[in-house]
């Protein structure tokens, strides 16, 4: 028979092996295994962080100026940037801290418990769904662009979530790197496409006359300007699967540098162009003002992006179910039937979501607006700071810098909820009074 002694040492050492399973690495001994996870550079790491926010998000820009006026929409455009540079930077050393965490329901665990792990794993999904919708409902407005609305935007729509279903099925990130790639130099050139044809169509008479410093606004035209820049800024929800798979996760300020500074230039020039050429006329997504023939071809050029980005969003979502029903267990390096089937399974019913909400929601900036109001505010903005001041709860007054960092910190907590709060406010009302096109039809998106 035990002694009391002797249960008390049993039961700690149960908790401590419960305490070892739960901050397992998720992808467990890969020297031997079929499938290896851990095998991003930093440079692929940061190509995949570009691929996956430089996106939609900069072809809303150029009518955020349009909304706010040009100054206040280039102040809010950097700072903003600044801002989620350093907030990815405590995403980083949050990560290093807890090594063991691949996606944001691992970082709830950490922060608030087994309820915090089921509120951010939800949230992380959701968001993965959402943003796998708006490429579904832009891949739509492409096709209807390029074909001058050849059939039923639906059957459009159904055409394009089977494309980035079937472009889901490698389940590394190093299989995404490829993708990757595509998107950003897609993006890149249909951006330059544009800025060059508003700049030839429109030289005759330079700089347009409707452009404007400031913008007399309303609450609602404003921060609904405000929130798509924030949805330019939503990469950060990946960072803990991309650190993960890293094959060094010391290197991710490297990679985070190279996708913020990037994402910074290439979102104030292409807006400011644009913007300057077009001024108020300027549409969302800016693609469709390079004129009738040029917007074909910028659409064209973008469809790697339209699809690449979508999948690369969609990866991280289906990465966290997968992970969910199989950490620790061999299926998560296996080739087997049953480990290929789920995962295909897995991305075909987020898929099927995904184009629901590309349906249901059938304009481009409401959707975006929504996505950054609920998800962006706090993924890349408000956690932000609660991670700082987890890492540092017990050291916030310390010293003068740490009291200036927790002050910091705290006001990115209090911008988060105002983005968010507003921001819900905004586009349920921008969703309620958008008649142009209704849910389930067949018009043109376009």
Not at 5 to 23: C, F, G, I, N, T
Not at 30 to 38: F, M, R
Not at 123 to 143: A, R, Y
Not at 254 to 263: G, P, S, T, V
Request: charged content about 10%; overall charge neutral; some cysteine.
């Amino acid at each position: 028979m035990s002694t009391p002694v002797e249960l008390e040492k049993q039961e700690s050492k149960r908790d401590a092996e419960k305490e070892s399973e739960a901050y397992a690495d998720p992808f467990g001994d890969e020297s031997t295994a079929a499938v290896k996870y851990k095998t991003l550079e930093w440079w692929q790491c940061g190509m995949l962080m570009i691929a996956e926010s430089i996106s939609l998000g900069v072809l809303s820009l150029p009518a955020t100026l349009a909304q706010l006026g040009l100054v206040p929409a280039l102040i809010l455009i950097v700072g903003l940037g600044i801002i989620a540079l350093y907030t990815g930077f405590v995403i980083g050393q949050f990560r290093t801290r807890y090594p063991h965490i691949q996606n944001l329901a691992d970082a709830g665990e950490v922060l608030f418990g087994a309820v915090g792990r089921e509120i951010f794993g939800l949230g992380q999904l959701l968001f993965s769904i959402f943003i796998m919708g708006s490429h579904i409902l832009t891949f739509t407005v492409m096709l209807n662009t390029v074909t001058e609305h050849g059939t039923c935007s639906i059957v459009f729509g159904v055409v394009g979530m089977l494309i980035c279903m079937v472009c889901s099925l490698p389940r590394t990130m190093k299989n995404m790197t490829w993708i990757s790639m595509c998107s950003f130099a897609s993006i890149f050139t249909a951006v330059l496409v544009t800025m060059i044809a508003v700049g030839v169509q429109h030289s005759h008479r330079g700089v347009s006359p409707l452009v404007q410093a400031t913008v007399e606004n309303s609450l609602f035209r404003a921060f609904s300007a405000v929130t798509n820049i924030v949805f330019a800024y939503c990469a950060h929800v990946a960072f803990f699967g991309l650190i993960a798979e890293m094959r060094d996760p010391r290197e991710f300020p490297k990679a985070l540098c190279l996708l913020q500074i990037f994402e910074i230039v290439l979102y104030v020039v292409a807006a400011v162009v644009i913007y300057l050429y077009l001024g108020s006329d300027v549409a969302s997504p800016a693609l469709s003002s390079a004129g009738p023939l040029l917007s074909k071809i910028a659409y064209g050029i973008a469809i790697p992006t339209i699809i690449g980005a979508g999948v690369v969003n969609g990866h991280i979502g289906l990465k966290y179910i997968y992970v969910r029903l199989f950490r620790g267990s061999g299926r998560m390096n296996s080739n087997g039937f049953v480990a290929v089937g789920s995962w295909i399974a897995i991305g075909l019913s987020c898929w099927l979501v995904a184009w629901i909400i590309a349906e249901a929601i059938p304009n481009f900036s409401d959707l975006l607006g929504l996505i950054s109001s609920l998800f962006a505010s706090w993924f890349s903005y408000g956690l932000g700071g609660v991670y700082w001041l987890h890492l540092n709860w017990g050291q916030c007054f310390s010293s003068p810098r740490k009291i200036a960092l927790t002050v910091i910190n705290v006001l990115i907590i209090l911008m988060g909820g105002t983005l968010c709060g507003l921001g819900l406010y905004v586009s349920g009302k921008a969703i309620h009074d958008d008649t142009g096109n209704a849910s389930f039809s067949c018009a043109n998106t376009a």
